[in-house]
């Protein structure tokens, strides 16, 4: 691999992490409300909560930008070791959906949970590095 390559699987890594975690907390903003329909039976249910949620663009915006960046994670992937994508994009996209649920109000993580995240995003790094 050579210099480009590997920064365009880098763009392609925290693109994807970026698509990934930071719309988490939005589609769970955007799904606020789901759990107050209630219908007779379970298929009037499931139609009646996909309208809800389809329906909402709080809901459908954050979703097809979580949607666009498995596109471009299967993209990257055409390029990129399997073995080292996975370990990045998903350390990457724990920590913006910390900084995602922050933007939104989300309560700051504590330290043990601070302490769990540190120690996946080191364990990626050492994946990568190795």
């Known amino acids: 691999m050579d210099f480009t390559e590997i920064l365009q699987s880098g763009i392609g890594f925290i693109l994807t992490a970026l698509c990934w975690g930071f719309t988490n907390p939005f589609i769970k903003r955007g799904s606020v409300g789901i759990e107050r329909i209630k219908k007779g039976n379970w298929l009037m249910q499931t139609v009646a909560e996909t309208w809800f949620l389809f329906t909402n663009w709080r809901y459908v915006v ?4 979580n949607l666009s960046g498995s596109a471009v994670y299967y993209y990257t992937l055409s390029a990129a070791d399997i073995t080292v ?3 990045i994009t998903n350390s990457l996209a724990l920590v913006f959906t910390i900084l995602g649920g922050l933007l939104v109000g989300e309560p700051m993580p504590r330290g043990k949970e601070l302490a769990g995240m540190m120690c996946i ?9 190795s």
Not at 121 to 129: E, I, K, P, R, S
């Open 85 to 87: 994508a996975v370990p």
């Open 121 to 129: 995003v080191l364990g990626a790094a050492l994946c990568v590095t």
């Open 62 to 65: 954050p979703l097809a930008i």
